[in-house]
């Protein structure tokens, strides 16, 4: 039993990224499969499947390296942190946040188009 189903399976992806693997599996919830949607969107997986209660993900890799090079979980669960859309369009740079709202878990690109804040997931780049 984990306390934060999303980070672990985010630093899950992390560290098989860092091995210079390709597949993720894990089993499959709302809120993971929401994660990787958003990060299909961002580019940085190539495609997933669900099957019998499972999740794999096969991640984008470019010249034989990973196109996630890094991932920060931003909030914890002793620690939330959220961020309104003026703050997100401060926040421009090379790294894409991950957002939870009330629209579900959101691109910061997505985010600032909409005008809508939320819990800042992690920092991805």
């Given at each position: 039993m984990t306390n934060y189903q999303i980070g672990?399976?985010?630093i899950?992806?992390?560290n098989v990224a860092l091995a210079g693997q390709s597949e993720v599996?894990?089993?499959a919830t709302r809120g993971k499969l929401a994660v990787v949607k958003a990060l299909e969107k961002a580019g940085f997986v190539e495609n997933h499947k669900t099957a019998a209660g499972g999740l794999t993900l096969k991640l984008k890799?470019?010249?034989k390296k990973p196109v996630l090079l890094e991932l920060k979980l931003v909030s914890k669960p002793g620690r939330r942190v959220y961020l309104r859309a003026a703050d997100l369009?401060?926040?421009r740079g090379s790294s894409v946040y991950l957002?939870?709202?009330?629209?579900?878990v959101l691109l910061s690109q997505e985010a600032v188009k909409a005008n809508?804040?939320?819990e800042v997931i992690a920092e991805v780049w």
């Open positions: 672990d399976f985010l899950k992806i992390k599996t894990d089993t890799f470019e010249h369009r401060k926040k957002l939870h709202s009330h629209r579900g809508i804040g939320g």
